[in-house]
């Protein structure tokens, strides 16, 4: 496999992961907006493209080495090294995915921790709701703020609810 296939492979790889931005974004916006009637099918949507990256990492891992292995180099050198070894305009393009690539999972990986505590904070404002429900007293709930974070904010206490109706 040369160069050429190797950059295509990396192209594919940097779309899934902008697809995996996308969707986690979305995610993010429906659990702050307290959106959950679709939130299964965005999670699903995540965990498809997820498994495509996985199959997609083993096969940039496949043309790297075959592309080191044509160039005449380690196959086992990572993408940098691979970068440094080869013969512009080669150099140039490894290096522009291999930063692509980095800044993508630095995004995804703060997505992907917000979203966690978003949910987080939605099991607990679900937790808290059904404790008010059973008649356990709560002094406080969660509530949002600006950024999505969770705060306490003062409760009523105990509700009384007539089930006569």
Known sequence: MSLPDLAAVLWRQRDLLERLVYRLECEQL????????????????VETLVSELRVLELQRAAAAERAAIAAGLNPELTLEELAAAVQPPWTAVLLE???????LTRELAALAETNRTLMAAGLRAVESALAGLAGVETSASVGYDARG?????????????????
Not at 149 to 165: E, N, W
């Open 149 to 165: 974070r969770t705060d306490q904010v003062p409760g009523a206490g105990a509700m009384v609810i007539d089930r006569t109706l």
């Open 30 to 45: 429906l659990l702050a907006a307290g959106r959950t009637r679709f939130l299964g099918m965005a999670t699903s949507e």
């Open 97 to 103: 995915h291999r930063e692509a690539l980095l800044v």
